[in-house]
């Protein structure tokens, strides 16, 4: 890198050098240390708790691969009288590349004023950001409390092995800050997330004499249909939270996605099962119970 780049890169770099893809997510620890040990160095006292295998597997789908021990790092440094405790957070996992990079996705680029990395934005920057706003946070007389800083695992499988698990155990705070995405808005909330299997069955038979069989992807298709009509109505609400200006709307709205079908053994053979994989994005004003009967 050259001799103009910030801290924010130098630390950013590092980090994308360091694949954190989930699934499956390995090598969570070698990339949280290249923050901890930051933090450390600034007078921090860090941990690395470790999430049991048997808990996180619990914890996603079933079909979801994981890989690697899931290690979340949590750095506290404790200035003046103040009982007041301040968290800053952001996850260390990114999503695997797609094809069509034309940037190495795990080495840090730089043209002109855009960095390019898998994570440079969801979510290793806020990583970066966060870790040195702290270190300087530590060498100043500007503040009194407790500063928590958490980088935690598996939020692009759903969180609850990481962020989840350490607020389950005893991780809390008075406020909390939480960096995630490339989000250009402070908001006070954001939309949940509910992702559910749905699994066609049908049965077996060669396509020669396919009246002997049922389709499970013919079955599936009707199932999708319907899923997406679902998502049609969906958009019609609103919630009373801002939403991102990026995000084309003024306020957030639920959505449900249809994001991954899989089915088939055969070209010559009835399809005997096909699997759905659903994505159900909530807004704070909508239930968990209430987006699971909509869809039942």
Same mark, same amino acid.
């Given at each position: 890198?050259?001799?103009?780049?910030?801290?924010?890169?130098?630390?950013? &770099?590092?980090?994308?050098?360091?694949?954190?893809?989930?699934?499956?997510?390995?090598?969570?620890?070698?990339?949280?240390?290249?923050?901890?040990?930051?933090?450390?160095?600034? &007078?921090?006292?860090?941990?690395?708790?470790?999430?049991?295998?048997?808990?996180? *597997?619990?914890?996603? *789908?079933?079909?979801?691969?994981?890989?690697?021990? =899931?290690?979340?790092?949590?750095? =506290?440094?404790?200035? &003046? +009288?103040?009982?007041?405790?301040?968290?800053?957070?952001?996850?260390?996992?990114?999503?695997?590349?797609?094809?069509?990079?034309?940037?190495?996705?795990?080495?840090?680029?730089?043209?002109? +004023?855009?960095?390019?990395?898998?994570?440079?934005?969801?979510?290793?920057?806020?990583?970066?950001?966060?870790?040195?706003?702290?270190?300087?946070?530590?060498?100043?007389?500007?503040?009194?409390?407790?500063?928590?800083?958490?980088?935690?695992?598996?939020? +692009?499988?759903?969180? =609850?092995?990481?962020?989840?698990?350490?607020?389950?155990?005893?991780?809390?705070?008075?406020?909390?800050?939480?960096?995630?995405?490339?989000?250009?808005?402070?908001?006070?909330?954001?939309?949940?997330?509910?992702?559910?299997?749905?699994?066609?069955?049908?049965?077996?038979?060669?396509?020669?004499?396919?009246?002997?069989?049922?389709?499970?992807?013919?079955?599936?298709?009707?199932?999708?249909?319907?899923?997406?009509?679902?998502?049609?109505?969906? &958009? +019609?609400?609103?919630?009373?939270?801002?939403?991102?200006?990026?995000?084309?709307?003024?306020?957030?709205?639920?959505?449900?996605?249809?994001?991954?079908?899989?089915?088939?053994?055969?070209?010559?053979?009835?399809?005997?099962?096909?699997?759905?994989?659903?994505?159900?994005?909530?807004?704070?004003?909508?239930?968990?119970?209430?987006?699971?009967?909509?869809?039942?």
């Amino acid at each position: 890198m050259s001799h103009t780049d910030s801290l924010e890169e130098v630390v950013l &770099g590092e980090l994308i050098g360091v694949d954190t893809s989930v699934p499956p997510g390995r090598n969570y620890l070698e990339a949280l240390k290249v923050a901890g040990e930051r933090l450390e160095a600034a &007078g921090f006292r860090v941990d690395y708790p470790v999430t049991p295998m048997n808990v996180a *597997r619990s914890r996603v *789908r079933e079909n979801v691969v994981l890989e690697g021990e =899931r290690v979340n790092m949590v750095a =506290r440094i404790l200035r &003046g +009288e103040s009982k007041r405790r301040l968290l800053l957070n952001a996850h260390i996992d990114v999503v695997p590349p797609g094809p069509n990079w034309s940037h190495d996705p795990f080495k840090l680029s730089v043209e002109g +004023e855009k960095l390019f990395g898998r994570g440079a934005s969801d979510n290793k920057g806020s990583v970066a950001a966060i870790t040195t706003a702290a270190t300087r946070l530590a060498s100043s007389t500007g503040f009194e409390g407790e500063l928590i800083v958490a980088f935690t695992c598996d939020e +692009e499988i759903g969180g =609850r092995s990481g962020l989840g698990y350490l607020v389950e155990n005893g991780l809390k705070a008075d406020a909390a800050i939480v960096g995630d995405g490339s989000i250009r808005t402070v908001g006070i909330a954001a939309n949940g997330c509910m992702r559910f299997d749905v699994r066609v069955r049908g049965q077996a038979a060669h396509s020669s004499r396919n009246w002997l069989g049922v389709n499970a992807v013919e079955k599936a298709a009707l199932v999708v249909d319907a899923l997406a009509q679902l998502n049609r109505r969906l &958009g +019609e609400r609103r919630s009373s939270v801002p939403a991102d200006p990026d995000s084309g709307v003024d306020y957030l709205r639920p959505s449900l996605t249809v994001a991954m079908i899989r089915g088939g053994v055969k070209e010559n053979v009835v399809p005997p099962l096909c699997e759905i994989t659903v994505d159900r994005r909530l807004i704070p004003e909508e239930t968990w119970e209430e987006a699971k009967a909509e869809v039942l």
